[in-house]
Protein backbone atom coordinates (compact mmCIF):
# COMPACT_ATOMS: atom_id res chain seq x y z
CA UNK A 1 0.00 0.00 0.00
CA UNK A 2 1.03 3.35 -0.70
CA UNK A 3 0.26 6.36 2.07
CA UNK A 4 0.36 9.89 0.81
CA UNK A 5 -0.38 12.66 3.77
CA UNK A 6 -0.83 16.49 3.55
CA UNK A 7 -1.67 18.16 6.61
CA UNK A 8 -4.59 16.59 7.87
CA UNK A 9 -5.44 14.94 4.06
CA UNK A 10 -4.79 11.12 3.63
CA UNK A 11 -4.87 9.19 0.60
CA UNK A 12 -4.01 5.13 0.63
CA UNK A 13 -3.45 3.27 -2.91
CA UNK A 14 -3.44 -0.15 -3.34
CA UNK A 15 -1.35 -0.72 -6.78
CA UNK A 16 -2.29 -4.63 -6.73
CA UNK A 17 -5.96 -4.09 -6.67
CA UNK A 18 -6.67 -2.41 -10.45
CA UNK A 19 -4.33 0.76 -9.01
CA UNK A 20 -7.27 1.86 -7.31
CA UNK A 21 -7.70 4.38 -4.26
CA UNK A 22 -8.39 2.28 -0.67
CA UNK A 23 -8.90 5.66 1.13
CA UNK A 24 -9.27 9.60 0.60
CA UNK A 25 -9.75 11.35 4.32
CA UNK A 26 -9.35 14.80 5.01
CA UNK A 27 -9.26 15.35 9.30
CA UNK A 28 -10.73 11.77 9.74
CA UNK A 29 -13.49 12.17 7.75
CA UNK A 30 -14.10 9.51 4.73
CA UNK A 31 -14.25 11.98 1.47
CA UNK A 32 -14.27 8.24 -0.51
CA UNK A 33 -15.92 5.20 0.63
CA UNK A 34 -13.61 3.51 2.76
CA UNK A 35 -11.73 -0.18 0.50
CA UNK A 36 -13.72 -3.13 2.13
CA UNK A 37 -10.87 -4.93 4.60
CA UNK A 38 -8.60 -6.97 2.49
CA UNK A 39 -10.12 -5.77 -0.73
CA UNK A 40 -9.25 -7.73 -3.32
CA UNK A 41 -11.48 -6.37 -5.91
CA UNK A 42 -11.72 -3.25 -7.58
CA UNK A 43 -15.30 -2.87 -6.78
CA UNK A 44 -14.25 -3.50 -3.31
CA UNK A 45 -12.70 0.09 -3.36
CA UNK A 46 -12.46 3.41 -3.29
CA UNK A 47 -12.09 4.31 -6.68
CA UNK A 48 -10.62 2.57 -9.70
CA UNK A 49 -10.18 3.75 -13.29
CA UNK A 50 -12.13 2.93 -16.32
CA UNK A 51 -9.38 2.16 -18.97
CA UNK A 52 -9.46 2.05 -22.33
CA UNK A 53 -13.02 2.29 -22.38
CA UNK A 54 -16.00 3.17 -20.21
CA UNK A 55 -18.87 0.99 -19.18
CA UNK A 56 -20.46 -1.95 -21.09
CA UNK A 57 -20.21 -2.99 -24.73
CA UNK A 58 -23.02 -5.44 -25.51
CA UNK A 59 -21.65 -9.05 -25.41
CA UNK A 60 -18.12 -7.87 -25.42
CA UNK A 61 -18.70 -7.48 -29.52
CA UNK A 62 -17.72 -4.26 -31.61
CA UNK A 63 -16.10 -3.42 -35.16
CA UNK A 64 -13.33 -0.78 -35.42
CA UNK A 65 -11.74 0.10 -38.67
CA UNK A 66 -13.13 -3.28 -40.58
CA UNK A 67 -12.51 -5.33 -37.55
CA UNK A 68 -14.60 -7.23 -35.69
CA UNK A 69 -13.27 -7.60 -31.73
CA UNK A 70 -15.05 -9.49 -29.04
CA UNK A 71 -14.04 -9.62 -25.57
CA UNK A 72 -14.59 -11.98 -22.74
CA UNK A 73 -17.14 -11.49 -19.99
CA UNK A 74 -14.72 -9.87 -16.75
CA UNK A 75 -18.12 -9.63 -14.67
CA UNK A 76 -19.16 -12.74 -13.24
CA UNK A 77 -21.70 -14.17 -15.78
CA UNK A 78 -22.47 -11.21 -16.73
CA UNK A 79 -22.06 -11.20 -20.74
CA UNK A 80 -21.10 -7.51 -21.54
CA UNK A 81 -17.40 -6.79 -21.14
CA UNK A 82 -16.92 -3.96 -19.14
CA UNK A 83 -14.98 -1.01 -17.88
CA UNK A 84 -11.50 -2.25 -20.00
CA UNK A 85 -9.01 -4.18 -18.68
CA UNK A 86 -7.15 -1.67 -15.99
CA UNK A 87 -9.86 -2.88 -13.61
CA UNK A 88 -8.92 -6.34 -13.43
CA UNK A 89 -4.62 -5.75 -13.32
CA UNK A 90 -2.62 -5.01 -11.19
CA UNK A 91 -0.40 -1.60 -11.58
CA UNK A 92 3.00 -0.96 -10.48
CA UNK A 93 4.64 2.36 -8.92
CA UNK A 94 6.90 4.73 -11.31
CA UNK A 95 6.93 6.86 -8.29
CA UNK A 96 5.88 8.31 -4.79
CA UNK A 97 6.10 10.74 -2.12
CA UNK A 98 5.91 14.49 -1.27
CA UNK A 99 2.00 14.12 -2.00
CA UNK A 100 2.34 12.52 -5.20
CA UNK A 101 2.19 9.19 -7.50
CA UNK A 102 2.13 7.40 -10.32
CA UNK A 103 0.99 4.06 -11.23
CA UNK A 104 0.92 2.65 -14.48
CA UNK A 105 -0.54 -0.44 -16.53
CA UNK A 106 1.03 -1.82 -19.49
CA UNK A 107 -1.21 -4.04 -21.33
CA UNK A 108 -0.03 -6.52 -24.10
CA UNK A 109 -2.37 -6.85 -27.23
CA UNK A 110 -4.61 -10.17 -26.76
CA UNK A 111 -8.58 -9.76 -26.98
CA UNK A 112 -8.15 -6.16 -26.81
CA UNK A 113 -5.44 -6.98 -29.77
CA UNK A 114 -3.63 -3.05 -29.22
CA UNK A 115 -0.66 -3.02 -26.77
CA UNK A 116 -1.25 0.21 -24.61
CA UNK A 117 -0.03 1.89 -21.20
CA UNK A 118 -2.09 3.55 -18.39
CA UNK A 119 -0.70 5.51 -16.16
CA UNK A 120 -2.26 7.43 -13.29
CA UNK A 121 -0.96 10.31 -11.45
CA UNK A 122 -2.23 11.54 -8.18
CA UNK A 123 -1.79 14.51 -6.36
CA UNK A 124 -2.80 15.48 -2.76
CA UNK A 125 -3.31 19.00 -1.07
CA UNK A 126 -4.80 19.55 2.39
CA UNK A 127 -8.49 19.57 0.68
CA UNK A 128 -7.88 18.60 -2.40
CA UNK A 129 -7.24 15.47 -4.89
CA UNK A 130 -6.63 15.42 -8.13
CA UNK A 131 -6.50 12.10 -10.53
CA UNK A 132 -5.06 12.61 -13.91
CA UNK A 133 -5.18 9.21 -16.33
CA UNK A 134 -4.05 8.86 -19.47
CA UNK A 135 -3.53 5.92 -22.27
CA UNK A 136 -0.74 5.67 -24.77
CA UNK A 137 -1.37 3.71 -27.95
CA UNK A 138 2.19 1.64 -27.60
CA UNK A 139 1.18 -0.95 -30.98
CA UNK A 140 0.86 -0.10 -34.53
CA UNK A 141 -2.33 0.30 -35.69
CA UNK A 142 -4.68 2.90 -34.72
CA UNK A 143 -6.46 2.08 -31.13
CA UNK A 144 -10.39 3.33 -29.94
CA UNK A 145 -10.29 4.55 -26.30
CA UNK A 146 -12.15 6.46 -23.74
CA UNK A 147 -11.34 7.14 -20.35
CA UNK A 148 -13.22 7.62 -17.07
CA UNK A 149 -13.23 7.12 -13.27
CA UNK A 150 -15.31 5.19 -10.82
CA UNK A 151 -15.22 6.82 -7.26
CA UNK A 152 -17.55 5.57 -4.52
CA UNK A 153 -18.99 7.95 -2.33
CA UNK A 154 -20.19 7.62 1.17
CA UNK A 155 -24.16 8.05 1.67
CA UNK A 156 -25.06 10.41 4.40
CA UNK A 157 -27.82 11.46 5.65
CA UNK A 158 -29.63 13.71 3.72
CA UNK A 159 -27.30 13.70 0.78
CA UNK A 160 -27.80 15.79 -2.43
CA UNK A 161 -26.26 15.49 -5.58
CA UNK A 162 -26.22 18.38 -7.28
CA UNK A 163 -25.26 18.61 -11.21
CA UNK A 164 -26.24 20.49 -14.15
CA UNK A 165 -26.93 17.82 -16.82
CA UNK A 166 -29.28 17.97 -19.85
CA UNK A 167 -30.89 14.37 -20.66
CA UNK A 168 -30.31 10.56 -19.78
CA UNK A 169 -29.95 7.35 -21.12
CA UNK A 170 -32.58 5.09 -20.54
CA UNK A 171 -31.74 1.57 -19.56
CA UNK A 172 -32.70 -2.59 -20.29
CA UNK A 173 -32.51 -4.99 -17.80
CA UNK A 174 -28.67 -5.47 -18.27
CA UNK A 175 -28.17 -2.11 -17.87
CA UNK A 176 -27.62 -1.10 -21.68
CA UNK A 177 -28.86 2.37 -22.95
CA UNK A 178 -31.69 2.18 -24.80
CA UNK A 179 -32.53 5.60 -25.96
CA UNK A 180 -31.76 9.16 -24.98
CA UNK A 181 -34.36 11.26 -22.89
CA UNK A 182 -33.57 14.56 -23.15
CA UNK A 183 -34.64 16.94 -19.87
CA UNK A 184 -35.40 15.29 -16.23
CA UNK A 185 -36.55 12.13 -15.41
CA UNK A 186 -36.56 10.59 -12.58
CA UNK A 187 -34.35 12.72 -10.16
CA UNK A 188 -33.84 16.49 -10.80
CA UNK A 189 -29.64 16.40 -10.44
CA UNK A 190 -29.84 19.82 -11.87
CA UNK A 191 -31.64 21.55 -9.39
CA UNK A 192 -30.16 19.33 -6.61
CA UNK A 193 -31.68 15.76 -6.05
CA UNK A 194 -31.59 13.57 -2.50
CA UNK A 195 -29.63 10.60 -3.36
CA UNK A 196 -31.89 8.44 -0.44
CA UNK A 197 -35.68 7.78 -1.16
CA UNK A 198 -35.84 6.86 -5.53
CA UNK A 199 -37.42 3.23 -6.08
CA UNK A 200 -35.15 0.49 -7.83
CA UNK A 201 -32.11 0.74 -9.35
CA UNK A 202 -30.17 3.70 -10.48
CA UNK A 203 -27.13 3.26 -12.81
CA UNK A 204 -27.84 5.76 -15.66
CA UNK A 205 -25.24 8.47 -18.03
CA UNK A 206 -26.32 11.75 -18.13
CA UNK A 207 -25.82 13.84 -21.18
CA UNK A 208 -24.81 17.16 -21.02
CA UNK A 209 -22.54 17.24 -17.91
CA UNK A 210 -20.67 20.70 -17.46
CA UNK A 211 -17.81 19.00 -15.46
CA UNK A 212 -19.09 20.01 -11.72
CA UNK A 213 -21.01 18.54 -9.06
CA UNK A 214 -21.45 18.91 -5.78
CA UNK A 215 -22.39 16.49 -2.79
CA UNK A 216 -23.89 18.35 0.01
CA UNK A 217 -25.73 16.74 3.38
CA UNK A 218 -26.55 18.64 6.46
CA UNK A 219 -23.58 19.23 8.79
CA UNK A 220 -20.96 17.96 6.81
CA UNK A 221 -18.26 19.30 4.30
CA UNK A 222 -19.26 19.87 0.77
CA UNK A 223 -17.65 17.58 -1.83
CA UNK A 224 -17.13 19.26 -4.81
CA UNK A 225 -16.38 17.05 -8.86
CA UNK A 226 -14.84 18.91 -11.47
CA UNK A 227 -13.59 16.77 -14.34
CA UNK A 228 -11.66 18.35 -17.53
CA UNK A 229 -14.00 18.98 -20.68
CA UNK A 230 -13.20 15.72 -22.16
CA UNK A 231 -15.64 14.67 -19.44
CA UNK A 232 -18.77 15.00 -20.77
CA UNK A 233 -20.51 11.77 -19.47
CA UNK A 234 -22.01 11.95 -16.30
CA UNK A 235 -22.41 8.30 -14.73
CA UNK A 236 -24.57 8.20 -11.73
CA UNK A 237 -25.12 4.49 -9.54
CA UNK A 238 -26.75 4.67 -6.68
CA UNK A 239 -28.01 0.39 -5.56
CA UNK A 240 -30.37 0.44 -3.49
CA UNK A 241 -29.74 -0.37 0.00
CA UNK A 242 -26.41 -0.17 0.07
CA UNK A 243 -23.78 2.52 1.84
CA UNK A 244 -22.56 3.92 -1.24
CA UNK A 245 -23.05 5.56 -4.22
CA UNK A 246 -20.99 6.36 -7.40
CA UNK A 247 -20.92 9.68 -9.25
CA UNK A 248 -18.87 9.00 -12.22
CA UNK A 249 -17.03 11.66 -14.97
CA UNK A 250 -16.44 9.62 -17.89
CA UNK A 251 -15.01 10.54 -21.65
CA UNK A 252 -17.63 8.17 -23.29
CA UNK A 253 -21.03 6.87 -22.85
CA UNK A 254 -21.73 3.37 -22.46
CA UNK A 255 -21.94 1.22 -25.26
CA UNK A 256 -19.23 3.14 -26.81
CA UNK A 257 -18.81 1.55 -30.12
CA UNK A 258 -22.38 1.96 -30.35
CA UNK A 259 -24.42 4.53 -33.14
CA UNK A 260 -24.27 8.14 -32.81
CA UNK A 261 -21.74 10.25 -30.76
CA UNK A 262 -20.00 8.29 -28.16
CA UNK A 263 -16.67 9.98 -27.07
CA UNK A 264 -14.42 7.06 -28.33
CA UNK A 265 -11.53 9.08 -29.98
CA UNK A 266 -8.91 7.07 -32.21
CA UNK A 267 -5.32 7.25 -30.99
CA UNK A 268 -2.47 6.44 -33.51
CA UNK A 269 0.57 4.57 -32.57
CA UNK A 270 2.17 6.73 -29.54
CA UNK A 271 -0.59 8.53 -29.16
CA UNK A 272 -2.10 9.98 -26.11
CA UNK A 273 -5.38 10.69 -24.71
CA UNK A 274 -5.58 12.34 -21.26
CA UNK A 275 -8.37 13.48 -18.81
CA UNK A 276 -8.11 14.63 -15.19
CA UNK A 277 -10.64 14.47 -11.75
CA UNK A 278 -10.52 16.86 -8.82
CA UNK A 279 -12.32 15.99 -5.80
CA UNK A 280 -12.57 19.02 -3.35
CA UNK A 281 -13.78 19.47 0.72
CA UNK A 282 -14.96 22.53 1.74
CA UNK A 283 -16.15 22.78 5.61
CA UNK A 284 -19.46 22.77 6.57
Known amino acids: MIVLDSGAARLELIPDVAGAVRRFSVAGRE ?23 CNRIPNGRFGFEGQTVTLPPNLGDHPHALHGQGWRAPWSTSSAGAGQAVLSYDHPAGDWPWAYRAEQRFSLTETRLRLE ?10 MPAGLGFHPYFPRRPGEVLTASVDGVWMIDDDVLPTEHHAGVWGPDWAAGAAVEGHPGL ?33 HVYVPPGEAYYCVEPCASRPNP ?15 SHAVWMEIAVSEA
Do not use: K, M
Request: glycine share 10%; with cysteine.
Open 31 to 53: ILQLAAPGAEDALQTSHFPLVPF
Open 133 to 142: LSVTNTGDTP
Open 202 to 234: IDHCYTGWTQTATLSAPGQPTTTITASPACRWL
Open 257 to 271: FGAGETGIVTLAPGQ
